[in-house]
């Protein structure tokens, strides 16, 4: 047993490695298609920068393979979201990144195609293309390229920072036989398959504000009945208090106003109640980690983040502590993302 354990640990690592080496390759062209048509120059990072990011991605992706042991996860989610379409998903993405850096030229942020249907039943703050994609969250060809889009951004580290909060998650769900999960803004559904990889007996009650986005995580879980996929707001959960056994979300809270954030903070802690877990992922705030300062102050320049900078100004942990200090909750920093769970 313990052989079989060092080898899927040594496997996860590897593929992690791998994995990480081909977003990176397939990412080489964006900066300077950027550059190009956009007229942006990114700041790149220092030497001294570039060895302080790289030993934190090696610890990360030894985090990473621990946890596939520990947790025994399936080391199919290491797999690239539907792989025989990768590489003409990724030429397409290649076209497509020249229309969104012509947007980022023009500052058209809420250029939208006519595929794109009543918008104004949406909330003002939603009502952009995020990041410049095409259609922002409303289409499925952006649900078709979405999470391929984010591990170019993150050179194939997306995945497992997002795995980070399965730890603490599966730990607090351990005396419970059939949990009940609360996924908010669970957009295509890459950590949705990692909670059901983790906790393949819980039922996960998966939410977002896009359709499309709800529409293309069915297809993709269509044999698997233990996850609901629904169109919601999450300013306005209609559960009761204490509802799930946990509720989480990964990589929302940047893209929020601070009211919105606020809000879906308030509602989430109240279906989870005060005895159900409560966790996030999200970006590094300013003072996390100082030498990635820089780094997380360039995204929105970069790329169409209207609420980034408030985001990392105003710090989440401090937030929970001030107005929901009845609870305990922990902190801890993985490369570019933070995890944030109660006790």
């Known amino acids: 047993m313990q052989a079989l354990q060092v080898l899927k640990k040594s496997t996860a690592r590897s593929v992690g490695q791998a994995r990480a080496l081909l977003y990176t390759l397939e990412s080489l062209p964006l900066p300077v298609l950027h550059r190009l048509i956009a007229g942006v120059d990114r700041r790149l990072p220092s030497e001294e920068d570039q060895r302080h990011i790289i030993n934190k991605a090696r610890q990360l992706l030894a985090v990473d393979a621990d946890d596939f042991v520990e947790l025994n996860l399936p080391l199919q989610l290491l797999a690239p979201e539907n792989p025989g379409q990768h590489f003409p998903r990724w030429m397409q993405i290649m076209g497509d990144s020249t229309l969104a850096f012509w947007r980022r030229r023009n500052s058209e942020t809420q250029a939208f195609s006519s595929k794109v249907k009543n918008l104004d039943e949406f909330p003002d703050y939603y009502q952009r293309n995020f990041h410049h994609q095409t259609d922002g969250y409303l289409t499925e060809k952006s649900a078709a390229f979405y999470e391929h889009q984010v591990e170019l951004l993150f050179r194939g580290l997306a995945d497992p920072m997002r795995r980070r909060l399965l730890k603490p998650l599966v730990e607090s769900l351990q005396n419970k036989k059939r949990p009940k999960i609360l996924e908010i803004a669970c957009g295509t559904g890459s950590f949705t398959q990692s909670i059901l990889g983790a906790l393949p007996n819980a039922h996960v009650t998966a939410i977002d504000l896009s359709p499309a986005y709800i529409q293309y995580a069915k297809k993709r879980f269509i044999k698997n009945p233990n996850v609901d996929f629904v169109v919601m707001d999450a300013e306005k959960l209609p559960f009761k208090a204490n509802s799930f056994d946990a509720v989480v979300s990964v990589f929302l809270h940047h893209e929020l106003p601070q009211n919105v954030r606020q809000n879906v903070i308030n ?3 109240r279906v989870a109640g005060s005895k159900g877990f409560w966790g996030m992922v999200d970006s590094i705030q300013l003072g996390d980690d100082p030498q990635l300062d820089w780094a997380i ?9 209207p609420f980034f900078t408030n985001y990392i100004k105003n710090p989440v942990f401090d937030y929970l502590q001030t107005h929901h200090g009845k609870r305990n909750f922990k902190e801890k920093i ?5 995890v944030i769970h109660s006790d």
């Open 267 to 269: 509602e989430s802690l």
């Open 297 to 305: 102050k360039e995204f929105p320049k970069n790329f169409h983040e």
């Open 334 to 338: 993985y490369l570019l993302s933070k």
